[in-house]
């Protein structure tokens, strides 16, 4: 079985300033993957970066990095210069690869970006 | 086609109605799942289907839920006897091939609201 948890209810962070929203996972299995999906107020989950296990580097897509901290069991989401646009709630999941394929997700984080 | 398509995409019912929520997933995905979004809350899963067949329903939090999928394409989602804890919003999303990952990411509907009155 596999679980996340996300900390942070909610965060604000000052247009063109870097946040790092949180996430920790917690699975015995070696081989699984994490994901990040962000949802607007319109309701759509949008698919942000992903890491797998056994990735040596940090994923990075755009203004998107994880970093991922194996160790720690830990996958957390640096925005770099936020935007207006970046106000949503943000997902950290996870899935087992080898088991079940299904994507658990973490409560989410509600970010506010400001002008 | 182009997304994951969900209707209705809002649904208002009466306590103790059954109601049936419908997913078409992008072409040519195999595999596609279901969950529920209550207000302000995370996604819950709820069951999984590869092709026709569901490995795992494990999410599915009573005997009044029930999905089936045919011609490995098209989704049902069945709710019998309605309760007011089953107002949420039903999410479906659809995947390429049977391992999740990076190049095989989920991809999701604008989800069904449904408010049990």
């Known amino acids: 079985a596999q679980k996340i948890t996300q900390t942070q209810p909610g965060m604000f962070v000052q247009e063109k300033e870097a946040v790092t929203l949180d996430c920790t996972y917690d699975?015995?299995?070696?081989?699984?993957?994490l994901f990040w999906y962000k949802q607007p107020s319109s309701g759509e989950m949008i698919f942000l970066i992903y890491q797998g296990s056994y990735d040596q580097q940090n994923a990075t897509e755009g203004r998107y990095s994880l970093n991922f901290q194996k160790a720690r069991k830990s996958a957390n989401l640096v925005i770099s210069a936020s935007q207006l646009g970046d106000s949503a709630m943000y997902f950290c999941?996870?899935?087992?690869?080898?088991?079940?394929?299904?994507?658990?997700f973490g409560k989410g984080t509600k970010l506010t970006v400001n002008p | 086609g182009a997304g994951v398509s969900q209707s209705p995409s809002n649904k208002v019912t009466e306590k103790g109605k059954d109601v049936e929520l419908r997913c078409d997933p992008i072409?040519?995905?195999?595999?596609l799942y279901w969950y529920r979004q209550s207000l302000g809350q995370g996604l819950e899963f709820l069951i999984y289907f590869q092709g026709n067949s569901a490995p795992d329903k494990s999410g599915l939090p009573s005997d009044r839920f029930s999905a089936e999928r045919t011609g490995g394409s098209v989704s049902t989602l069945t709710i019998q006897r309605t309760q007011q804890e089953d107002s949420a919003v039903y999410l479906c999303a659809s995947s390429l091939g049977r391992r999740v990952s990076g190049a095989n990411v989920l991809t999701f509907g604008a989800g069904s609201r449904l408010t049990v009155l």
């Open positions: 072409s040519g995905h195999t595999a």
């Open positions: 999941a996870m899935v087992l690869q080898g088991g079940s394929e299904k994507l658990v």
């Open positions: 699975t015995s299995d070696p081989s699984y993957g």
